[in-house]
Structure formats: C-alpha cells, structure tokens
C-alpha cells in the first residue's frame, strides 16, 4: 500500500535538489519538501515538539516508548500465537491490589473523619471535616453520559439501528459487547468509555477523524476500539482506572504553590513527603500497567486486522499520523468562514465541511505518510503516553500475516450509516463554522 519512492535519481531541470545529497526533493507545496534518501528536512519541526508537562507524564513517554519497542519485538518474534488477553498476569493482579490500597485510603479517610465528627469534642469534629472532604473530592467517579456528552449529539439505537447494527457487528466480531450510546464530536479521535455505576458502554465518534476514512478503514477504527474490551485491557477496568483518578486529584491537590510568602514555603514543606508519595505510587501503578496495556493497543490492531482486513488497519495507522494536519485543516476552515475567506457558497455548508475535510485527507500522497512514517520513528511518536509508537504498529501490522475482511462495509450500507450521522454531522459543523 505504500509507493516506492525512488530516492537517488538525479534533479532535473525545475526539480528542487538536495542540499546534502544533491537527490530529488520528494513532497513540496502544501507538504513538507524532503530528502527520502539521506533524511534531510524529514522533520522540519523537531525543534519546535514541546515536552510533555509534569514529571510523571514524561516518566509515561519514556516508558511507553521502551515498552512498545520491546512488546513490538516480542509480537514480532512470537507472529500469529501473540493474541492471548492482557492484563490478567501478575502484573495485573499487583496493580488491582495497588488501586485497592489507594481507594482503601479514601475509605479511611472518611472513617476517620466521622469518627471525629461523632465521638469528638471541642474541635475535633471541626477537625474532621476536613477528611471527610478529602474523600468525597477523592472518591471514585464513575462518569456520567449526560457529562461525557456535554452539548454534543448523542445516539441511541431508536436514533440510527443501521449504525448501532454495525457496531454490534464489529464488537461480536473481536469477541465482546455492543454499547448503549454514540456521542458525535469534531475531535480527530474516537474512544469506547463506561459511564455509570453499571459501566455502560459509549462510543465518542470524532468527525475530524471518522469523515477522513474509507468505508472499510471505519470498520478497522470501530474494532481497535472494542479490542480493548476484548482484552481485558487492566487501565481499562474499573478499579485501577478510578485508582488512577484519584491519584491525579491527590497530585493536584499536593502541588506545590508559587513562592510568594513565607506561608507558601511551608506549605510546600509540609506537602513535600506526601507529594513525593503520590508520585511514587502513581509511578508504580503505571509501571504494573503500562506494559499490559501497551500490549493491548497492538492486540486492539490485531482485532482491527480481523475485522476490517490488515490493509484498512494499516492504512488507519497512517491516518493517526496525520491527526495534527487533520486538526489544522478543522482549524483553517473554522478561520476562513469566520473572516467569509472560504468555505462552501453553494448548497449545505455543514455538509461541504466534511466533503473538503474528506477531500484534502485523501489528497495526501503516499510520500507523506511514509515522511510521517520516519518522523514518528525519529520522536517515537504515539497517540498519547499509554500506546505504542504509532509507527511500530504499522509496521507490526504489515509485518504479520495478512487477514481478509471479515466485515465487508459496502457503499450502499454506508451511506444508511451516514444518512443516521446527518443531523449531527450538520449540527457540529455549524458549531465548528460559527464558533
């Protein structure tokens, strides 16, 4: 699926050349000009990449990127047997064990405080209260649909069976269940959550991605999701993922202040050993988790090779790549029909958002991506701090054997499928264009 490009062959006239090797430049226009043979340009804005903020989201690059390359040799050598379920090992099981202890915390806390509050004296129940505030800002939240879906469009089955047939499709087809509701954003993303003391499913759908794919490449999107279900994923459990919740409010709250007075010193003193607590098993917990869910995401690939066929999940690989340029051309657009620059005169505009979304998204070359290809692997590029180096998946999934499709999307059942996406497909681009 990717074009040879042929690096050494002379400039000619009008060619742009090399200035190290003298090769042809490949790309160019509205894509970056690079050297494919000695490298030259290939990542123009490396300088620029900002570093990840705070020390325990550096900490998780690190690590992501160690142990994607790591699992990705392992899978490698292991082909086609590599599909056992993650997060049940020891690892696993000492993770579970950690996030008890952390809400174990929260649940102590409480009791202390009334305890305080009802067998105190004095100020001892004033004293209390201030645990019994620590644990319910602590407490594990279990998210609600209404929050989650905030002012998007939200999907049930009544709303769009087409869809909500596909999804339980491609769910029953990596081996797990459907879910309960679509939310629709612009983001250049899409993710499968719980939500509610049941741990119902949610699909978010982002448009800035969704629009860009192939019918096929949507059915490669929707089974990495569900994979991770099917894998048994442990940050995606329940108790470690609250666990790791409550963790990130304690950093918060324990951060330390601007020095601006005598009081913010010794604030920042008295919360010195319990932030370095915090910090410490919050570091723990990611390195009892990191590995299994790394190895999750290249399984959730493998679900998506299944459903979809290895060459549509590959190719969704690239589109991943391009995440950056996609949210730049949203944010171009959004401009230009603010400032009445661009954007569609003639019919629907919400609709022409998505037609020229889709239509500069296809119009990257090969050459790009494989330009993408080489960045990612310069920085170690990856969707966030818990997934392999996107490049490794790729390439792990090129590498194995090849799956045929087990869900052939036609064109006729996915215009049914868009048709059902129309009104929120029209009601986000008119938020998108109007600001």
């Known amino acids: 699926m990717t074009e040879t490009i042929d690096a050494g062959r002379p400039a000619g006239p009008g060619r742009p050349a090399c200035p190290d090797c003298g090769a042809t430049l490949t790309g160019g226009g509205v894509h970056v000009a690079w050297c494919s043979g000695c490298g030259w340009n290939t990542d123009p804005g490396a300088d620029a990449e900002e ?13 992501a990127r160690r142990y994607g390359e790591q699992l990705f040799a392992d899978l490698t050598a292991a082909g086609d047997d590599a599909t056992a379920p993650t997060g049940r090992g020891r690892s696993g099981r000492l993770a579970g064990c950690l996030a008890l202890a952390v809400h174990g915390l ?11 509050i009802l067998a105190g004296t004095g100020l001892v129940p004033v004293l209390g209260a201030i645990p019994v505030l620590l644990a319910v800002v602590l407490r594990p939240r279990f998210g609600s649909l209404r929050k989650a879906a905030a002012d998007l469009p939200v999907l049930r089955r009544p ?16 081996g797990t269940t459907g879910v309960e509701a679509v939310v629709v954003d612009t ?8 939500y509610g003391v049941r741990q119902r499913r949610v699909l978010t759908v982002g448009l800035g991605l969704w629009e860009t794919l192939s019918p096929q490449e949507r059915i490669a999107l929707l089974g990495h999701e569900f994979g991770h279900y099917a894998h048994g994923d442990t940050r995606h459990g329940l108790v470690v993922a609250t666990a790791f919740q409550s963790l990130d ?6 951060a330390p202040q601007e020095s601006t007075s005598l009081l913010d010193d010794l604030m920042n003193l ?19 988790t990191l590995r299994g869910s790394q190895r999750a995401e290249y399984l959730a690939d493998e679900a998506a090779a299944r459903a979809a066929g290895s060459e549509a999940a590959a190719a969704l690989m690239d589109r ?20 009445r620059r661009g954007g569609d005169r003639s019919g629907d505009a919400a609709e022409g958002l998505w037609r020229r979304l889709a239509a500069q998204a296809a119009a990257v070359p090969a050459t790009e991506y494989e330009r993408l290809r080489r960045v990612a692997e310069l920085r170690g590029h990856s969707v966030d701090s818990t997934h392999p180096p996107t490049h490794l998946r790729h390439r792990l999934l090129t590498a194995r054997a090849s799956h045929e499709p087990r869900i052939a999307l036609d064109a006729e059942r996915a215009a049914r499928v868009d048709a059902e996406l129309g009104d929120a497909r029209r009601t986000l681009a008119r938020q998108l264009l109007n600001g």
Do not use: K, Q
């Open 249 to 254: 409010t304690w950093s918060y709250t324990l």
């Open 187 to 194: 983001a250049v993303n899409a993710s499968v959550r719980t």
């Open 106 to 116: 929260t649940v102590a806390l409480l009791a202390a405080g009334l305890a305080m």
């Open 320 to 339: 991943l790549l391009c995440a950056g340029t996609l949210t730049g051309m949203l944010r171009r657009e959004a401009v230009a029909a603010r400032t």
């Open 51 to 63: 570093e990840p903020s705070g020390r325990i989201e550096r900490v998780r690059r690190r690590l």
């Open 270 to 288: 008295a919360t010195a050993l319990p932030r370095a607590a915090v910090d410490g098993v919050a570091g723990l917990l990611d390195h009892l």
């Open 159 to 174: 709303d769009a069976p087409e869809l909500f047939g596909l999804l339980d499709e491609v769910a029953s087809t990596v």
